[in-house]
């Protein structure tokens, strides 16, 4: 299940930091709920928040949002994780004692999950033994403070009170959740978005893949501590950090590359949408207008899942997709035992907020034995459940 960070960023000059935390955060694939204190606003716009996190940023505690009749109870339930990111000493000691007054403490005090304090001052306010005292008030209760660094700070001193790294509380977060290491020591291949066919040298033949959902279960696979080798047809996606990542372009280069690396991968995973052919001749020069029909003759493309299931090794879990605009389970579950695989995660382009594009989709895993459906669901998500039931076939192969 993804995992919802409420950001509650109050006002320094650190405030801007708390935006490169939020597209950290949602680059990692957590989501992220932003609340600003008045304050906040004058360091930052909302806006910048609201474009990294594609919806509202709160700030008011009477604002009326669709669906939310109380806001601040809503966000509260919501949040697996709180953050003060940067905790001023006037919002630190208001959460110190209790003090609900604005949106930001309110959503506060309303929480019961896990609370993270992240100072950001000048270093005589944060060495006063008042903010002191509200910060030893803070760990009492149970809130985690990430201390701040000693540095250069925006008033001309230096000394402490600069935020801490970003990075320390990235790494709390992920620890926090424990990204668990179900796949440590596994390694998993995983194919992804289209490939591309040329015609001549202006003209290619291709699919709608964006690699979505490829590089989703790519960043799952490495969350839950696989080493991952990424087989990408051409997107316009960056490969997840830790990745080993090959870049291919034809069907035959997808299949070359998958074919040499596919004996060290213990699951394997073709999410990849390939072209079934190609053209009989490439075409040297660019083909001139001429007539009113074309005529181009094309060859069968090695079918690279149906090759992986024939060349199976021993305990080696194979996924395929399959991607359908009818029938889909009756198509799937024929693919999945025509290819050989140990099971088939079944997509229907025609339903919404399924298959190409979308950044979520709505799926069915079928294997020998069973069919599960998975609804709606962002393609990290999918990926980290198809990445399970892989875990859970694989342990039932070693009994
Ligand atoms: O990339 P996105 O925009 O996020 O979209 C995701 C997706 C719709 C591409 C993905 O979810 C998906 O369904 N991928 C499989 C697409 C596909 O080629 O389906 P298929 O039913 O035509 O093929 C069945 C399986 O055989 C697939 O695993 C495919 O990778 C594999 N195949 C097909 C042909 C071929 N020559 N070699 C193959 O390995």
Do not use: W
């Amino acid at each position: 299940m993804q995992k919802t960070i409420v950001l509650g960023v109050s006002g320094g000059i650190a405030a801007f930091k708390a935006a490169q935390l939020t597209s950290d955060l949602i680059k990692k694939h957590y989501d992220v709920e932003v609340i600003m204190t008045k304050n906040a606003t004058e360091f930052i716009a909302p806006l910048t928040f609201e474009a990294l996190i594609n919806h509202n940023v709160v700030v008011d505690t009477f604002e009326k949002v669709a669906n939310r009749s109380i806001h601040h109870i809503s966000l509260a339930k919501k949040a697996d994780l709180f953050i003060l990111v940067p905790a001023s000493a006037n919002v630190i000691a208001k959460v110190a004692h209790g003090i609900a007054d604005d949106m930001l403490t309110t959503t506060f005090l309303a929480c019961n999950k896990q609370k993270v304090i992240c100072p950001a001052m000048n270093t005589q306010m944060y060495e006063n033994p008042i903010t002191q005292e509200n910060l030893q008030r803070c760990k009492k209760l149970g809130y985690t403070i990430l201390e701040p660094a000693v540095g250069h700070l925006a008033c001309g001193d230096n000394g402490k009170g600069k935020l801490c790294d970003l990075t320390d509380i990235l790494h709390y977060v992920d620890t926090y959740f424990q990204q668990n290491d179900s796949l440590k020591g596994k390694h998993v291949l995983i194919t992804a978005g289209p490939t591309q066919e040329a015609l001549d040298p202006v003209r290619y033949l291709t699919n709608h893949s964006s690699g979505k959902m490829g590089y989703s279960l790519a960043q799952a696979a490495l969350d839950m501590g696989a080493e991952v080798t990424l087989i990408s047809g051409p997107v316009q996606l960056t490969p997840p950090t830790g990745v080993h990542f090959y870049p291919v372009t034809t069907a035959m280069e997808m299949f070359e590359a998958v074919r040499t690396r596919s004996a060290q991968a213990d699951f394997i995973i073709k999410a990849a949408a390939v072209g079934d052919y190609r053209p009989v001749h490439v075409s040297e020069q660019k083909i001139k207008k001429k007539g009113d029909h074309l005529q181009i003759e094309f060859v069968k493309n090695p079918d690279i899942l149906a090759y992986l299931g024939e060349h199976k090794k021993p305990g080696q879990i194979i996924c395929g997709f399959a991607m359908e605009t009818q029938n889909l389970l009756a198509n799937a579950q024929e693919k999945l035992e025509k290819k050989h695989c140990d099971m088939i995660v079944a997509n229907d382009l025609h339903t919404e907020g399924a298959g190409f594009q979308s950044d979520t989709n709505i799926a069915t895993i079928l294997d020998r034995f069973q069919r599960i459906p998975c609804p709606k669901m962002s393609k990290y998500e999918l990926g980290v459940t198809i990445l399970e039931h892989m875990l859970t076939l694989c342990t039932q192969g070693e009994q």
